[in-house]
């Protein structure tokens, strides 16, 4: 019995010692800012799936694929970047400098085959072998996003939509920022890019990893932590307006080397903004800290936390040993308590009965999964970015259809639209939280909802709505990503929040193989045979594809209007106060 007993209260002394090791950061302290600032980086670097069509035309005329062939490495290219369910599992289980280490590896094994046979260094590489090395390559992105995602969702845990859409706007961006170094920096040389993305991103890695780490979550609000995010915000928009600007220009006039290269180093100073916070906070620490800490009461998770007088002023409160287990995720945690084990000890009158978490509480996966709301929560992402990343896809061909012939705008257009839609996201749906305690998912049932319309203009092919489609497509595409991040964690929890983001995420690949690979390419191949030509022109191309599309998306509407009405009472619990509550967790 008393063995009994030391195991199942060992949770609750490894709580007490996760605290004891990181009572020694301040309220707003640096290091989360710092790590964000790193995770901006990373957040980029995950963004090299979308490389594939700068170099695509290189492996089909050098390596003399088929378009079957180009088109199947284009579903390992979306397979490796959206499967991450074992980076979910992993991130639970290290810290997130190894997520990222074993990401860096994928992508220099991965991308280094396929540089060795595109450089002809190694002579006839197999199909197969380079279609996993591509699988490999791209699922580095899987791992990068889960390591920055989680980790800084942890760390701020009141400001989950706003860091969301931070991170996965620097991600939209991700595509422009690689085309403006693959056009300056790379020569245009497909070879030069396959080189930088096997050494270049897993240096960058080497490099941020370190600075990507968990740390003690703020126990109230912090006024300046508004400014903050108020100011990172601001960059990325400036970064996203300047690389559009510069990639329009750059294609209109045929800039010269020298303002090419300024142009560049201007774009590396604005990807090194959000470092600007914490180098703040070190020339001109806050105050604010002391008087936040005036009027509340610090509950020690053991007596022996208790510091003496002078060291206590510069403490942060402790958070309690359960909050501060649920709250921060710790990496390291370990449930090796056997149910038998369990069930003697409630039987025995040890513990209290364990009950099934209720939704804004940590879930484990097998109990989520059996939730109505996970599934509708997956379906209503499916509806909607499945039928997104179709359109993208298959942008290019769709401007030839419609006589566009350079669409090299179209999807730069595509891409910033994209940038909005994510940041606009995160920050709307945070501010209407706390203010309204609104749903988050009421923006993905409007999103959807203008989707519908979208997809039923670029069906008419009406002239000059090409570019209207496109940039409304792009922000509700961006919408749908930031929305989902934050809702999957406040539903189910932080704490395996890794593993529900990346099976959300698999809405993406089966969208892509659905609609796309089998409906899109099904009915471009008819209509082409149609016009005994290869390339299909005029609106009959994609257009029982687009109405395909809107009805998937009035589905997906319907929905998502069921989510928002059953989750309505869990975000007036959540966000009664005006701001975000931390449940307790079911596990104690």
């Known amino acids: 019995m008393h063995v009994s007993l030391l195991r199942v209260y060992k949770d609750w002394i490894f709580g007490s010692l996760e605290a004891r090791e990181m009572v020694g950061l301040k309220v707003g302290s640096r290091p989360p800012w710092v790590g964000l600032g790193a995770a901006v980086w990373v957040q980029i670097a995950s963004g090299n799936a979308y490389n594939f069509p700068l170099y695509s035309h290189s492996l089909k005329s050098v390596l003399g694929f088929n378009q079957r062939q180009l088109t199947l490495l284009g579903v390992a290219n979306d397979i490796g970047e959206n499967v991450g369910l074992l980076p979910g599992v992993v991130c639970n289980k290290f810290p997130p400098w190894v997520v990222l280490l074993v990401g860096g590896f994928s992508c220099f094994f991965g991308y280094g085959v396929l540089w060795l046979a595109l450089s002809k260094t190694l002579i006839s590489v197999p199909y197969w072998v380079l279609w996993f090395a591509l699988c490999i390559a791209t699922n580095s992105s899987a791992w990068f996003s889960t390591a920055v995602l989680v980790t800084n969702m942890r760390n701020f845990p009141l400001s ?5 859409g931070i991170l996965k706007g620097y991600g939209g961006l991700s595509a422009a920022v690689y085309t403006e170094i693959y056009s300056v920096l790379l020569n245009s040389s497909s070879p030069k890019l396959l080189l930088f993305l096997a050494l270049g991103i897993p240096a960058l890695c080497l490099m941020m990893m370190f600075f990507v780490r968990p ?4 126990s109230g609000d912090d006024s300046s932590e508004h400014c903050h995010f108020l100011f990172i915000q ?18 209109v006039l045929s800039l010269s080397a020298p303002v090419a290269y300024c142009f560049l180093l201007v774009m590396v100073v604005l990807l090194m903004a959000p470092l600007a916070i914490p180098v703040k906070m070190t020339f001109y620490p806050s105050n604010r800290s002391k008087s936040a800490l005036h009027g509340k009461v610090v509950v020690p998770a053991d007596p022996s936390l208790v510091q003496d007088n002078a060291s206590a002023d510069k403490m942060e409160p402790l958070l309690e040993p359960s909050s501060s287990r649920t709250n921060l995720g710790s990496f390291h945690e370990s449930d090796d308590i056997s149910e038998v084990d369990m069930l003697l000890a409630e039987g025995e009158g040890a513990i209290k009965k364990r009950r099934r978490p209720r939704r804004g509480e940590d879930f484990t996966f097998a109990e989520a999964m059996i939730k109505a709301d996970f599934w509708l929560l997956f379906l209503v992402y499916f509806f909607g970015v499945g039928s997104g990343v179709t359109v993208l896809n298959n942008l290019a061909q769709i401007g030839i259809a419609q006589y566009m012939h350079d669409t090299k705008v179209l999807l730069s257009l595509f891409s910033f639209c994209n940038f909005v839609g994510r940041l606009g996201g995160g920050v709307i749906s945070e501010y209407l939280v706390r203010s309204k305690a609104i749903p988050r998912t009421i923006w993905m049932t409007i999103t959807q909802v203008i989707m519908v319309f979208t997809y039923l203009l670029f069906a008419s092919a009406i002239n000059g709505t090409l570019f209207a489609g496109t940039s409304l497509l792009g922000i509700c595409y961006g919408v749908q990503f930031s929305i989902m991040v934050p809702t999957a964690s406040e539903l189910f ?12 995420s698999l809405g993406n690949p089966l969208g892509a193989y659905l609609f796309s690979g089998l409906l899109a390419g099904f009915v471009y191949d008819n209509e082409a045979a149609k016009q005994h030509s290869a390339t299909c022109l005029g609106p009959t191309c994609f257009r029982l594809t687009f109405l ?3 009805g998937a998306c009035i589905i997906g509407t319907m929905l998502s209007i069921v989510l928002t009405m059953r989750i309505l009472p869990v975000y007036k619990m959540l966000y009664a106060g005006g701001s975000f509550r931390l449940p307790q967790s079911s596990n104690r």
Not at 160 to 164: I, K, L
Not at 493 to 504: C, Q, R, T
């Open 548 to 550: 395909v599309l809107a």
């Open 160 to 164: 989950r939509g706003t860091v969301a």
């Open 215 to 218: 740390c003690t979550p703020a």
């Open 493 to 504: 929890g932080l704490k395996n929040f890794g593993l529900f983001f990346n099976f959300m």
């Open 234 to 251: 601001a960059a990325s928009v400036v970064l996203g307006v300047y690389v559009l600007t510069t990639t329009i220009l750059d294609d």
